[in-house]
């Protein structure tokens, strides 16, 4: 079947929904729950199975909304919204704590010393109100030098002995993830690992959809860095679930209840590669989508229909965090993944704060994208990204802001 009688079909199916439509009919009636706790790695603490993502987060009652629904697991950082997801995770969570588990990120860059390292947390454990964090991690690596920072390693022994966290990770979604990855399980220096991972950087998956339409797996050594882990007792959060996340996009196609986010979920905690899904939760109406994903049940054909239809749609829309195909085709240096990842936040997630705070983290960005005449990073997409035009948008974008 070709990508365009593909869409058609898909089209045909959903054409009752309209394509506005901004919140889904769930399949159940009964107000959605947990339905699943699970191990996290090795570490002892038992956690949702899907679970609360903070990156968007500033308003307290969306973490009391999903605690009360079941999530037991919250991630921030400090700085998501600039402290204020801290804060609002501390709020709600301040008088269940024992009952909780949280998790918070510093970037600890390869130079930065102990002593600043310890303010950062100490910073972050004052807005969260809370005197230890359950797992603090490393966060949004992309470059060894970091995880060879001797700074980091010493910060975590100490900080575990005073008791303000109590099990070190990383977190990465850039184009040096799997090399990250693997220093970092080689040098046994995490206990659970945050990466990007979705259906659509699942071979199995992949492998469903080839004779359809082209698109091609770039995840070479991703599935089998997380196999690695879980093999040596190492939990492993996955994060950017839903390859972008235009829901909207999707309305139209779903009919039955199911919805494309909780297929997205669904494949992930089904996959065996992963403990726990976490995701941004930025409305009632999300965190009762995703919870009706829950528990894990088998992916049906209706749920891989859709996940069929949104990489025929998306496919050559998104950039798959952790490629890095195409991280030395621009001759000046430009992040291209990481430029594309605050494109996506501004376009898809439609979230200008978080995509100005990413992009401002990058040396220099695309800046040099808006004057390219070379442009050498045109083809080095298997799956036909536009790169310069993205990276270009990207820049003009970012530098009005």
Same mark, same amino acid.
């Given at each position: 079947?070709?990508?365009?009688?593909?869409?058609?079909?898909? *089209?045909?199916?959903?054409?009752?929904?309209?394509?506005?439509?901004?919140?889904?009919?769930?399949?159940?009636?009964?107000? /959605?729950?947990?339905?699943?706790?699970?191990?996290?790695?090795?570490?002892?603490?038992?956690?949702?199975?899907?679970?609360?993502?903070?990156?968007?987060?500033?308003?307290?009652?969306?973490?009391?909304?999903? $605690?009360?629904?079941?999530?037991?697991?919250?991630?921030?950082?400090?700085?998501? #919204?600039?402290?204020?997801?801290?804060?609002?995770?501390?709020?709600?969570?301040?008088?269940?704590?024992?009952?909780?588990?949280? *998790?918070?990120?510093?970037?600890?860059?390869?130079?930065?010393?102990?002593?600043? @390292? %310890?303010?950062?947390?100490?910073?972050?454990?004052?807005?969260?109100?809370?005197?230890?964090?359950?797992?603090?991690?490393?966060?949004?690596?992309?470059?060894?030098?970091?995880?060879? +920072?001797?700074?980091? !390693?010493?910060?975590?022994?100490?900080?575990?002995?005073?008791?303000?966290?109590?099990?070190?990770?990383?977190?990465?979604?850039?184009?040096?993830?799997?090399?990250?990855?693997?220093? *970092?399980?080689?040098?046994?220096?995490?206990?659970?690992?945050?990466?990007?991972?979705?259906?659509?950087?699942?071979?199995?998956?992949?492998?469903?959809?080839?004779?359809?339409?082209?698109?091609?797996?770039?995840?070479?050594?991703?599935?089998?860095?997380?196999?690695?882990?879980?093999?040596?007792?190492?939990?492993?959060?996955? %994060?950017?679930?839903? %390859?972008?996340?235009?829901?909207?996009?999707?309305?139209?196609?779903?009919?039955?209840?199911?919805?494309?986010?909780?297929?997205?979920?669904?494949?992930?905690?089904?996959?065996?590669?992963?403990?726990?899904?976490? @995701?941004?939760?930025?409305?009632?109406?999300?965190?009762?989508?995703?919870? !009706?994903?829950?528990?894990?049940? /088998?992916?049906?054909?209706?749920?891989?229909?859709?996940?069929?239809?949104?990489?025929?749609?998306? !496919?050559?829309?998104?950039?798959?965090?952790?490629? !890095?195909?195409?991280?030395?085709?621009?001759? $000046?240096?430009?992040? @291209?993944?990481?430029?594309? #990842?605050?494109?996506?936040?501004?376009?898809?997630?439609?979230?200008?704060?978080?995509? %100005?705070?990413? $992009?401002?983290?990058?040396?220099?960005?695309?800046?040099?994208?808006?004057?390219?005449?070379?442009?050498?990073?045109?083809?080095?997409? /298997?799956? +036909?990204? /536009?790169? *310069?035009?993205?990276?270009?948008?990207?820049?003009? #974008?970012?530098?009005?802001?």
């Amino acid at each position: 079947m070709q990508r365009r009688s593909f869409l058609k079909l898909g *089209a045909a199916a959903g054409a009752v929904y309209a394509s506005s439509r901004r919140t889904p009919t769930l399949a159940s009636t009964v107000e /959605p729950r947990i339905q699943r706790y699970v191990q996290l790695g090795s570490t002892g603490l038992t956690v949702s199975d899907i679970s609360f993502g903070g990156s968007r987060l500033s308003d307290s009652s969306l973490v009391s909304y999903a $605690y009360d629904r079941g999530v037991t697991y919250f991630d921030t950082a400090e700085s998501y #919204r600039g402290g204020a997801s801290e804060t609002a995770v501390g709020t709600a969570l301040a008088g269940v704590r024992d009952k909780v588990i949280i *998790a918070s990120k510093t970037r600890a860059r390869a130079g930065q010393g102990q002593r600043e @390292i %310890m303010s950062a947390l100490e910073n972050s454990l004052r807005r969260l109100r809370t005197d230890y964090v359950d797992l603090y991690y490393i966060h949004a690596v992309n470059s060894i030098d970091r995880l060879e +920072n001797p700074e980091w !390693g010493e910060f975590t022994e100490r900080a575990i002995e005073q008791g303000k966290i109590r099990f070190r990770g990383m977190s990465g979604h850039g184009s040096k993830l799997v090399q990250c990855l693997d220093y *970092a399980l080689d040098q046994d220096m995490v206990d659970v690992v945050l990466v990007a991972f979705n259906f659509a950087q699942d071979p199995t998956f992949v492998e469903q959809i080839k004779h359809k339409f082209h698109y091609v797996s770039l995840q070479p050594g991703l599935v089998e860095v997380l196999d690695r882990a879980r093999s040596k007792g190492v939990g492993v959060a996955a %994060m950017k679930t839903l %390859m972008g996340a235009r829901l909207n996009d999707m309305r139209k196609y779903e009919s039955q209840g199911a919805t494309f986010a909780q297929a997205a979920l669904k494949w992930v905690l089904n996959s065996g590669r992963v403990d726990v899904a976490l @995701i941004s939760m930025t409305d009632e109406y999300d965190i009762d989508e995703y919870l !009706g994903a829950s528990g894990a049940s /088998p992916v049906a054909d209706l749920d891989t229909d859709l996940l069929t239809c949104y990489v025929a749609m998306q !496919g050559s829309q998104y950039c798959l965090q952790g490629c !890095g195909v195409c991280a030395d085709s621009c001759a $000046y240096g430009v992040p @291209i993944s990481d430029v594309l #990842r605050t494109r996506m936040y501004a376009v898809d997630y439609q979230d200008a704060q978080l995509a %100005m705070d990413g $992009y401002a983290n990058l040396e220099g960005g695309a800046t040099a994208c808006l004057n390219c005449v070379e442009q050498t990073c045109l083809g080095a997409c /298997p799956n +036909n990204i /536009p790169i *310069a035009s993205f990276t270009r948008d990207a820049a003009q #974008r970012f530098s009005l802001a």
